[in-house]
């Protein structure tokens, strides 16, 4: 099993829609995780932290399910500027060890 | 403040060569980390550089090597090339505990 798993879409969804992407990661130990953005022949940015209580900022929200091991990312109102490819990133036992990236969710928000 | 800052940002070599990219890390950054992404995956670690040595390195062969000079500042070494290092090379740099910022990778393309 690969240390991140995601779907690798791509989901194309109408301006407005709301789209949802899971991540699982196989490390039980894994103690932080991530969403990163990249647009295309761009480097990743920081889109947002999780937390286990849950993340929101404004039209994105973040979950964790360590129970069953994988994270979500939800996208509402979703905006053309939205598309992008949306990187699942885990963070190993303790907090300066590299970060491990899964293969990328691709979205396109079509007009 | 510049960002983390690489070059070159495109280069063409053949199979057999050697190369080297470089990279500048954020003011204040004292890690820096590089990462290779091949087209349609994740980012991939290849090594951590702090104190001018290398702290962790991922699953690549020895013809993958790195140097981080006083000023922060790091190589990444890549001889005997082959096809399969064609990818886009990230470096990214942190001052732990903080985020972790990209830089706009150098595309190496292997002939």
């Known amino acids: 099993r690969k240390e991140v798993e995601q779907d690798p879409g791509p989901f194309n969804v109408p301006e407005g829609a709301t789209v949802a992407f899971n991540c699982t990661y196989s490390n039980s130990a894994s103690q932080s995780f991530f969403w990163y953005r990249q647009d295309c022949r761009k480097e990743p940015k920081l889109l947002m932290s999780?937390?286990?209580s849950g993340n929101e900022d404004g039209r994105f929200t973040a979950q964790l399910n360590r129970a069953s091991q994988y994270i979500s990312l939800l996208i509402r109102d979703s905006k053309l500027s939205d598309s992008a490819t949306y990187l699942c990133v885990v963070v190993g036992v303790s907090g300066n060890t590299p970060l491990v990236f899964g293969k990328g969710t691709r979205l396109s928000v079509i007009a | 403040d510049a960002g983390v800052t690489q070059s070159p940002t495109h280069l063409i070599k053949t199979r057999g060569q050697q190369v080297t990219l470089r990279c500048s890390p954020k003011?204040?950054?004292?890690?820096v980390s590089w990462y290779q992404q091949a087209l349609g995956q994740g980012p991939q670690f290849i090594f951590q550089y702090y104190e001018e040595e290398e702290r962790q390195r991922g699953n690549f062969p020895d013809r993958f090597s790195g140097h981080q000079f006083p000023n922060y500042s790091s190589e990444l070494n890549v001889n005997a090339l082959w096809l399969g290092d064609s990818a886009l090379y990230l470096c990214?740099?942190?001052?732990?505990?903080?985020?972790?910022?990209f830089g706009e990778g150098s595309r190496l393309t292997v002939l």
């Open positions: 990214a740099s942190t001052r732990y505990p903080g985020e972790l910022f």
């Open positions: 003011s204040g950054h004292d890690t």
């Open positions: 999780v937390y286990s």
